[in-house]
Antibody
Framework: QVQLVQSGSEVKEPGASVKVSCKASGYTFTDYYIHWVRQAPGQGLEWMGWINPRSGGTNYAQKFQGRVTMTSDTSFSTAYMDLTRLTSNDTAVYYC??????????WGQGTLVTVSS | DIQMTQSTSSLSASVGDRVAITCRASQSISSQLNWYQQKPGEAPKLLIYAASFLHSGVPSRFSGSESGTDFTLTISSIQPEDYATYYCQQAFSTPLTFGGGTKVEIK
C-alpha cells in the first residue's frame, strides 16, 4: 500500500534551518508529484509547494520563495523540504502528500518543527 | 491567489443528523475542489475530489456538490467517527489554497 513516512520532530533555534524527509513506498516514486503543507498549532492548512520527483522541477508558494528548497532522491524514493532562516512563526507540523491528478490522496504522518531559543 | 471561504468555523450535530458544510471560492475553479477530513493529531484524509467524486474507501454517506463557486460537503447521517475538522482546497491554480476549516462537534 502507498505509504509516506516522514522524519522525526525537530527543535531549532531562530535563524537556523531544518530539513524534513519524506520516504515513499508502495508505488513508483517518480510517477507522482509531492506537495508540502504545513499547519501551525491550532491553525489551518497552508500549502508550501510541490516537487516533481522525475524532473526535479518545483513550484513554491511566493510566501516561501527564497527560504524553501524542495528536492528528491529517486534512488531512495525520498523527498526533502529544506526551510532556512527559521522564526517562531515557522513552528508547525509539516506534511508531505502525494498528488494524484490534482488531489492529495496519501499523506505523511507529519513532522513537528519547533522553533525556540 | 484564490481565496477559499468556509463561513462556518464550527457546528454541532447529533449522531444521525444530516450535515452540510459549505465552501466558497473567490473565482471560478472549474470543479477543482477537494475535501479533506482531519482528526486531532492526525494527517488530513481525502474524502472528495473534483467537487463530487468519492475517494476510494470513503463511506457513501459523504457526498460533494457544487453550484458555481459554491461547494458543499454533505454527510447524510453523521456517525461518531465523523466528528472532525473538514477543509476544502482548490486545485485550480497555484498557490493551492485551503479554506479555514469547519469543526464538527457532538451536540
Amino acid at each position: 500500500q502507498v505509504q509516506l513516512v516522514q522524519s522525526g520532530s525537530e527543535v531549532k533555534e531562530p535563524g537556523a534551518s531544518v530539513k524534513v524527509s519524506c520516504k515513499a513506498s508502495g508505488y513508483t516514486f517518480t510517477d507522482y508529484y509531492i506537495h508540502w503543507v504545513r499547519q501551525a498549532p491550532g491553525q489551518g492548512l497552508e500549502w508550501m509547494g510541490w516537487i516533481n520527483p522525475r524532473s526535479g522541477g518545483t513550484n513554491y508558494a511566493q510566501k516561501f520563495q527564497g527560504r524553501v528548497t524542495m528536492t528528491s532522491d529517486t534512488s531512495f524514493s525520498t523527498a526533502y523540504m529544506d526551510l532556512t532562516r527559521l522564526t517562531s512563526n515557522d513552528t508547525a507540523v509539516y506534511y508531505c502528500a502525494r498528488d494524484s491528478s490534482s488531489f492529495c490522496d496519501s499523506w505523511g504522518q507529519g513532522t513537528l518543527v519547533t522553533v525556540s531559543s | 491567489d484564490i481565496q477559499m471561504t468556509q463561513s462556518t468555523s464550527s457546528l454541532s450535530a447529533s449522531v444521525g443528523d444530516r450535515v452540510a458544510i459549505t465552501c466558497r471560492a473567490s473565482q471560478s475553479i472549474s470543479s477543482q475542489l477537494n475535501w479533506y477530513q482531519q482528526k486531532p493529531g492526525e494527517a488530513p484524509k481525502l474524502l472528495i475530489y473534483a467537487a463530487s467524486f468519492l475517494h476510494s474507501g470513503v463511506p457513501s454517506r459523504f457526498s460533494g456538490s457544487e453550484s458555481g463557486t459554491d461547494f458543499t460537503l454533505t454527510i447524510s447521517s453523521i456517525q461518531p467517527e465523523d466528528y472532525a475538522t473538514y477543509y476544502c482546497q482548490q486545485a485550480f491554480s497555484t498557490p493551492l489554497t485551503f479554506g479555514g476549516g469547519t469543526k464538527v462537534e457532538i451536540k
